[in-house]
């Protein structure tokens, strides 16, 4: 019995990985800028401010980025996994060519 012919976009789906792993480094970059501003807020409320509630929004703001991060992260993850799985089902010949 033949084995289907089946075309599947390899590029395609390993751009898509790409992309995930540059939102992750956005939401990475994000945090860090975050953190910065949350710091000099605590500085400032610290010594007699009000930075204490934009600090708060700050720390949720960094927590959320940084769950964004780690499914971005899974995201690009489960990409490469579907197309090692779909490559060697269908071409166990190729081997993954990753640049991440």
């Given at each position: 019995?033949?084995?289907?012919?089946?075309?599947?976009?390899?590029?395609?789906?390993?751009?898509?990985?790409?992309?995930?792993?540059?939102?992750?480094?956005?939401?990475?970059?994000?945090?860090?800028?975050?953190?910065?501003?949350?710091?000099?807020?605590?500085?400032q409320?610290?010594h007699?401010?009000?930075?204490?509630?934009?600090?708060?929004?700050?720390?949720?703001?960094?927590?959320?980025?940084?769950?964004?991060?780690?499914?971005?992260?899974?995201?690009?993850?489960?990409?490469?996994?579907?197309?090692?799985?779909?490559?060697?089902?269908?071409?166990?010949?190729?081997?993954?060519?990753?640049?991440?």
């Open positions: 019995m033949a084995k289907p012919s089946v075309s599947l976009d390899y590029a395609a789906m390993e751009e898509a990985a790409k992309e995930y792993d540059v939102c992750g480094q956005v939401c990475q970059d994000m945090s860090q800028q975050i953190q910065q501003v949350s710091e000099s807020l605590s500085n409320a610290f007699g401010g009000t930075g204490n509630n934009a600090l708060k929004v700050g720390q949720g703001l960094m927590r959320r980025l940084a769950d964004l991060q780690k499914q971005a992260e899974e995201m690009a993850r489960d990409v490469r996994s579907n197309i090692t799985q779909m490559r060697d089902q269908t071409d166990p010949g190729i081997q993954p060519k990753f640049t991440k």
